[in-house]
């Protein structure tokens, strides 16, 4: 089962807006961690959040957590065609030992 | 460091057709696992390995078996293939690192299966 639901699931923009994708999950969590994943290619970790941090950022990504809502934002300021690709979040079970995938949000930047 | 590679790239079967798929990686990684990705679905665990020597269920099990006899390498096995097993493979590992660290990736490899 998925512990984590992005939103929207498809999201097209033009180059240099600003791109906001939503993380939901449902059990208590350690960390939660966002993923890109180009067209036909492995996921990179982009960027990790511990439970007791609300947000973090890394060059123009900025991630924010709620963990009183179970939910996370990924912000990715001043989009570039480069950033087309997919975002997952994921979060760690109990013991540490796998991470659980959400279904993606795809992301269209348009020249 | 090549970091973590997967052979062969694309392979096509028929039904009752069996297949091994390796990963390998350079990182001296702990742990390892198996997904399968598939459309709308996100990524779906199918076996792990928290060491040489050791393999444990995921999510989606069936159909799979692994084997972990070297640190550096973790097969994927397919006995008999189902149409169902279309799909997209990846492999990943992380090292040990605490309760916060990240999973690495490999290529993929795209598998039909008729």
């Known amino acids: 089962s998925q512990q984590g639901e992005e939103d929207p699931q498809a999201l097209s923009i033009q180059e240099g807006e600003n791109a906001t994708m939503n993380c939901s999950y449902k059990t208590s969590i350690n960390n939660l961690q966002w993923y890109r994943q180009n067209s036909g290619r492995g996921l990179v970790h982009l960027i990790l959040?511990?439970?007791?941090?609300r947000e973090k950022h890394s060059g123009r990504l900025r991630v924010t957590l709620d963990t009183s809502k179970k939910s996370s934002s990924l912000l990715i300021t001043a989009s570039r065609a480069a950033d087309t690709a997919s975002y997952f979040c994921a979060t760690p079970n109990t013991g540490f030992q796998k991470l659980v995938f959400g279904t993606g949000t795809r992301l269209l930047v348009s020249p | 460091n090549a970091g973590v590679t997967q052979t062969p790239k694309f392979r096509v079967l028929k039904t009752g057709q069996s297949m091994t798929l390796l990963c390998a990686q350079d990182?001296?990684?702990?742990?390892m696992y198996w997904y399968r990705q598939d459309p709308g679905m996100g990524l779906r665990l199918i076996h792990y390995s928290v060491g040489e020597g050791t393999t444990a269920k995921g999510e989606v099990p069936d159909g799979y078996n692994v084997s972990r006899l070297k640190k550096q390498n973790f097969l994927l096995g397919l006995e008999s293939a189902a149409p169902s097993q279309t799909s997209v493979y990846f492999c990943a590992s992380k090292g040990l690192g605490g309760t916060a660290t990240e999973q690495y990736f490999g290529p993929g490899t795209r598998l039909t299966v008729t």
């Open positions: 990182m001296n990684h702990e742990y």
């Open positions: 959040i511990r439970s007791n941090e």
